[in-house]
């Protein structure tokens, strides 16, 4: 509560944070006529089902049959980056455009041999309540951060939606603590929200770490000072209104005991 009562700035990990991060496929490009919808699909199913990414989940969704993964082989997670796997002799990459090489304005990508067949387009809506509680922050004086993995563009639409003072994205995993140890200053307190596994090393450095109740994982929740129960972001502004206050009485107390 002491720490929270003089918070400057606050991070904000985007995903399963400021975001819903139950995600949904809008759109498949295919860029190669010799595969078919179905097969892409087929593809990305028999893959991602073997992936703990929250994104993994959203692709399987295309399908509403049984899915089978013993196909797959030397299937690797490529860090900050997607999964890579070899099906049907050959060499299948999934992820962001750092793993596949294109340019094409979409979250995923699939490369199969090296050339690019596809991009899927997924939405990842904005938390009802996150808009409220970042002008809250603003309001109270507090400059607002967010941490992304995500493309430059998609970082800076959702970032201007809600009013985020400062942006970073193209995030890899261990990016988080170290931008958060380029940015802090000394004299400052800062609070970082979070939810996920690779979350965690932040909360802990952070002076004050808030983790997810309901989507955090278990990391973040061991690793952080306050947690919201119901992921509801509302609570952070109501949390440092509420250590203002007692801060409030402590001064009082002692003026009176004086």
Excluded: W
Excluded at 21 to 49: C, H, M, P, Q, R
Excluded at 148 to 172: F, H, P, Q, Y
Aim: charged share 30%; with cysteine.
């Amino acid at each position: 509560l002491d720490a929270l009562n003089d918070v400057k700035k606050i991070f904000f990990d985007k995903t399963g944070t400021l975001t819903e991060g139950s995600f949904e496929v809008a759109n498949i490009d295919i860029f190669d006529d010799s595969y078919t919808k179905e097969e892409v699909i087929d593809i990305l199913v028999k893959g991602e089902a073997l992936s703990n990414h929250p994104i993994a989940k959203s692709i399987l969704k295309l399908t509403g049959d049984e899915i089978s993964s013993n196909d797959v082989e030397n299937f690797k997670e490529v860090s900050g980056k997607g999964i890579s796997y070899t099906l049907y002799g050959k060499e299948i990459k999934i992820g962001n455009k750092n793993i596949c090489d294109c340019d094409k304005d979409a979250v995923l990508h699939l490369s199969i041999d090296n050339k690019h067949i596809a991009s899927i387009t997924i939405n990842d809506g904005i938390k009802n309540n996150a808009y409220n509680a970042i002008k809250d922050l603003k309001s109270a004086g507090i400059e607002t951060y967010m941490f992304t993995g995500d493309k430059k563009e998609v970082a800076e639409n959702i970032g201007k939606k809600l009013g985020i003072d400062n942006i970073v994205s193209e995030m890899l995993p261990t990016d988080k603590y170290k931008n958060y140890e380029k940015i802090a200053n000394e004299n400052d307190v800062i609070a970082f929200v979070g939810d996920g596994i690779n979350d965690a090393p932040t909360l802990k450095r952070a002076e004050v770490g808030i983790a997810m109740g309901g989507l955090g994982t278990e990391a973040a929740i061991e690793a952080a000072d306050i947690v919201l129960m119901s992921d509801d972001l509302s609570k952070i502004p109501t949390a440092i209104d509420i250590a203002k206050y007692t801060n409030r009485i402590i001064k009082q107390n002692l003026g009176f005991a004086v």
